[in-house]
């Protein structure tokens, strides 16, 4: 995204469970033209700014080669994140599984739950 472009609409639902059989946290962030709208995170300018920084990679990746990912184990925690970015359905999976899957919580860790040790890159 150019800085001349807006920023995408988004309406987004967070599940996330902290570990197996655990009850769910479900939250939410809308964002009209770059603008707050409505938010049960407790950081919701912090998810504003991950979603629009990371998001169009994070929810819709582009095909590649198979990425080489570190074999660690972050935790129990899944958030799945439904909704619509920019006019597209969003349905995307997030656990700490692994270097991958880690780092792509991290880039998001504001709307999914911050993790120890979060650098926010991907």
Do not use: N
């Not at 807006?6 to 770059?34: K, N, Q, Y």
């Not at 270097?99 to 709307?111: N, Y």
């Amino acid at each position: 995204m150019s800085r001349a472009e807006p920023a995408p609409d988004f309406d987004l639902t967070v599940t996330l469970t902290e570990s197996p059989g655990s009850p769910a946290h479900v939250f939410t962030l809308v964002c009209r033209s770059g603008r707050l709208s409505e938010s049960t995170l407790p950081d919701p300018a912090g998810a504003i700014a991950a979603v629009e920084r990371f998001g169009e990679r994070i929810f819709f990746p582009e095909p590649g080669p198979p990425k080489l990912c570190t074999q660690q184990y972050g935790g129990p925690q899944v958030a799945v994140v439904t909704g619509h970015y920019g006019g597209r359905t969003v349905q995307s999976r997030f656990s700490l599984t692994d270097g991958c899957e880690i780092a792509r919580w991290r880039a998001l860790s504001p709307l999914l739950g911050g993790i120890a040790g979060s650098a926010g890159a991907i």
